[in-house]
């Protein structure tokens, strides 16, 4: 990310409101969770002070944390999980949050055998775990081939 890619974007506080509504309290799945958590929660407390943190708001789940449980002494980032997990990545030349965020589902989903309930804030699904599964390849399919959508999320990193 250069800063010419980020002039006319807008501040985390511009968009803090926004983002809290829809994150709401629903479970976050996060690769290394106290990395981009710290982040996300610096951002937070500068906007407004009393913010409740994202630890706070809903439970936070570590991807990596759960891999190093799984596979203790290997490599346990994306790419490494997603050669193991057999996860198509081919697109994932350079960083883009739209795109990770795809390529974690399905590795989530890979990693938990997948999923029984779907935790969307204050409401749970419990859908079939192939639809899962199709829905986060999907997503990382969109991810994939909607480069201007990675704005919105790119907008999350700025301080």
């Keep these: 990310m250069t800063d010419a890619f980020l002039v006319g974007k807008p501040r985390f506080a511009d ?86 965020a795809g390529i974690l589902a399905a590795l989530y989903l890979a990693m938990t055998g997948g999923q029984v309930t779907l935790h969307l804030g204050s409401q749970s699904l419990t859908p079939n775990a192939s639809n899962a599964l199709a829905a986060a390849r999907h997503l990382l399919n969109r991810s994939t081939s909607a480069a201007g959508d990675s704005r919105r999320c790119s907008q999350l990193r700025r301080t």
């Design 15 to 100: 968009i803090a409101e926004e983002f809290l509504n829809y994150i709401g309290d629903a479970e976050l799945i996060i690769h290394n969770a106290p990395f981009d958590s710290g982040f996300l929660n610096h951002e937070l407390r500068k906007w407004r002070a009393q913010t409740p943190l994202l630890h706070e708001r809903g439970s936070v789940i570590d991807t990596l944390d759960m891999a190093r449980k799984r596979h203790p002494g290997q490599r346990n980032n994306l790419d490494a999980l997603c050669k193991r997990y057999d996860v198509n990545n081919s697109r994932r030349d350079v960083h883009g949050a739209l795109l990770d």
